[in-house]
């Protein structure tokens, strides 16, 4: 089940966004939206047993580097720009909103390679958790390049797209209290052969609110205050890859990878789509995705 793309960049008062947002998984829960497609009732009118397959028995697929990153985020701002700029509402509003936003570093060398692995180890040693490495290799990338991303604060209500600064980024329950609250007070928990489900087959509706409490937000991908980027570092591949995923107004999209995840952003940003992720594989053949190397890809 997919979700529509917002078509507004107005962020709507937070007491609306959550009122709504509690009746909306209130009405998916009692018609049964978050049940798996494709499962088959049996005579007896209950659902057939389903084998859960969980991510760390799975590979997750990535196969990159900095370099690789570097290639595939400057096609994704080259495509991005070339996308917006044909529409009437970018004259208008001078530009648009991309989680890879850029600015001019005014003059400043751009840090070494070094110098922010010695800040990601520092991340790693707050969180009590060793991140991932297309995480790391993305952060890498992202902030040696010639144009410095263009900070924000993610308690402004407005224009905060993109990736939260290493010193910004926590739990979830921390930096959003009440938002995180209000998904507590309608509890999702679906079982592990709907939870484990990736790519189009996923359910968008499936989740389990509980394990927001070990979130981790890392940046916000609409100019909308629910939009989270998170990770799961207690949902983790055989390689140690974190579960990812994207907060939507009732559900969420999960990747098996931060890499998986941002290969499905760049679709939203470069695309002329209808709705949010995820996109089958198909959708990302010949496009800027490709430029992050993936071997043996196992979900559709």
Known sequence: MSVLKSSSAVVAQPSFRFRCLA?????FMLSGCG?????KPKADGTKAAKTATHLHDR????????????????????????????????????GHLTVLGKQALGGRPA???AELRVGLARLEARLKTELPKSYKDFWVAYKSQALAPSAFNPQNRSRFVGMLELDDVGLFKDLEPD?????????????????????VAQDSVSGRTSDHARAILIGKYDDDSTALILLHPHV?????????????????????????????????????????PPYPQKTLAGRCAERLPMTNVWWE
């Open 35 to 39: 049940d798996e497609p494709g499962t």
């Open 111 to 113: 840090p070494t390679e």
């Open 236 to 276: 983790r591949t055989s390689d140690g890859e974190m579960q990812a995923s994207l907060n939507q107004h009732a559900g969420e999209f999960r990747a098996p990878s931060f890499a998986e995840l941002m290969r499905q952003l760049s679709i939203l940003e470069t695309v002329d789509v209808a709705h949010v």
């Open 23 to 27: 009746s909306l998984c209130a009405l």
């Open 179 to 199: 938002y995180w609250a209000i998904k507590q007070a309608v509890p999702i928990h679906s079982d592990d052969s709907e939870y484990f489900v990736y790519g």
């Open 59 to 94: 590979h997750s697929a990535y196969a990159g580097s900095p370099s690789d990153w570097s290639a595939f985020m400057d096609c994704w701002r080259k495509a991005s720009f070339e996308l917006n700029s044909t529409k009437p509402e970018a004259a208008k509003s001078g």
